[in-house]
C-alpha cells in the first residue's frame, strides 16, 4: 500500500495521510525514512499515541536508543522535553538551549538518525517547534560555495550552544560545559544517501583555520541562508499529533512560550546510523 501524503510547504514536511494502526502495523516504515530522508520532517494528526503505542511505532522505523545519559530518556527510551524540573531534572538542566537552532547529538560520534514527538501538555500561546531544512540550504549554494565549504570544519562545544541561551552562567556552569567533547566535524555532511547537508548549530564554536573575526561571519551567515522563511516548517502543536524529525538532515528549535505555563513533549529517538563524513571525491 501507498502512503499518502502531502507537504507543508515546497522545499520541508509532508502532512501524511494515515491511521494509528498503519503507523503501528509498520507497513509504511520504509516510506517514512524514505520521506524524512527527502521532505526533512513528517507528521500525522490526530494519531493519539500513548506512551507504549509511540515507543512501538518508533521501534518500527530503527534501532530506540535506552539509558538514563542526559537527553536520552529512561530505560524504556522515553524523555520527556519540559522546563520543569520534576518532570525531567536531567533534561531541564539543558533545555535553554533549545529554544536556539541545532541538531541532537552534536558530542557523539553517530548523532541519533531521527525522533519521534508527541504532545501531552500544551502552553495557550507559543511553544510550537520550528525546522530547517540543512538537505536544501546546501543544494541552493553556488557552486563554488559548496565546493569551497566541502573543504572546512568546525569545532562543536557545549560553551557555544549554552552561552547565549544562558547569558547569566556562573563559573561552576562553564565547568560543567567544558566537561562535554570538543569534536571537529565537517561542515559539509555526505550522507549514505548520496545526499549532503550542512552541519550547522549552536554548537557551533569556530571554523577551524579561519581568523575568529572570518570564521564567525561566516557561520552566522550560513545559519542566516539555512533558517531562511523557505526552508522552514512551523509546527503549531494539537493534542494528538506525532511528528518525526530527521535530525541529520534538519536542525530545530523551540519557540517562546510562558514559562509558567506547562508544556510536556514525549520523544522517543531513533540510534544513529552514519558518522558525520567529509566530502571525498
Known sequence: MTLQWTPLTPRIGAQLHTTAAE????????????????????????????????RAFTRTLGDLRVGRAKGRGDESGLLKVSMDRQVNPEYAEYFAGTFFWHIDGTYEAIPPFATVLSPRVLPPDGGQTEFANTYAAYEDL????????????????MVATMY????????????????YPQPTYPIVWQHKSGRKSLVLSTSVSHVLGVHPVDSRALL?????????????????????????????GTMHRARPYDPDCDRVLHRFTLKGEEPIAAVTG
Open 164 to 179: 547565549p541561551a544562558v547569558p547569566d552562567a556562573r563559573i561552576e556552569d562553564f565547568k560543567v560545559w567544558m566537561d
Open 23 to 54: 503507523l503501528l502495523d509498520g507497513s509504511h516504515a520504509q516510506q517514512i525514512r524514505d520521506l524524512l530522508v527527502e521532505r526533512g520532517v513528517v507528521i500525522a494528526r490526530g494519531i493519539g499515541f500513548d506512551d507504549e503505542q509511540q
Open 220 to 248: 552566522e551567515g550560513l545559519m542566516a541562508h539555512a533558517t531562511a522563511d523557505e526552508y522552514v516548517y512551523r509546527h503549531s502543536w494539537q493534542l494528538g499529533d506525532v511528528l518525526i524529525w530527521d535530525n541529520t
Open 142 to 157: 553556488q557552486e563554488d560555495e559548496q565546493r569551497h565549504l566541502e573543504t572546512l570544519q568546525a569545532v562543536h562545544t
